[in-house]
């Protein structure tokens, strides 16, 4: 399966395209939405590594060319993908977090 698929994407989208795709994915199986689901974690570490070379013009490129991204790590760790997450949609605060940090201290 190709980075474009696995993003939804054909070989010719733009770079707005890939955002968007990328963004929809990484909303649909976040963690956060989803905990304790490996599945859900392993889609989005896999949207995350998708985007994080189609995301970047010169990456994209020689993904395009055939070469191999070496300077990406064969798999994208989750503290990765949350931190490009969080860059393409600011400090979003899901539910069930926005939940628990509304809740008053008990002391």
């Known amino acids: 399966m190709s980075l474009y698929d696995v993003l939804g994407v054909p070989r010719s989208a733009t770079a ?3 955002r968007t795709a990328y963004r929809q994915q990484a909303l649909l199986s976040h963690p956060d939405k989803h905990p304790g689901d490996d ?6 570490l896999e949207v995350s ?5 189609l995301g970047d013009e010169h990456r994209r490129a020689r993904y ?19 931190d490009l997450f969080n860059a ?10 926005t939940a628990a940090s509304a809740s008053p201290a008990r002391l």
């Not at 949609?89 to 977090?97: I, K, M, N, T």
């Open 16 to 18: 707005k395209e890939i």
């Open 39 to 44: 599945s859900a974690r392993r889609r989005f």
């Open 49 to 53: 590594e998708a985007y994080a070379v």
């Open 64 to 82: 395009d060319r055939g070469a191999t991204i070496d300077d990406a790590p064969p798999d994208v760790d989750l503290r990765r993908a949350n």
């Open 88 to 97: 393409n949609f600011g400090q979003v605060r899901l539910r069930a977090h």
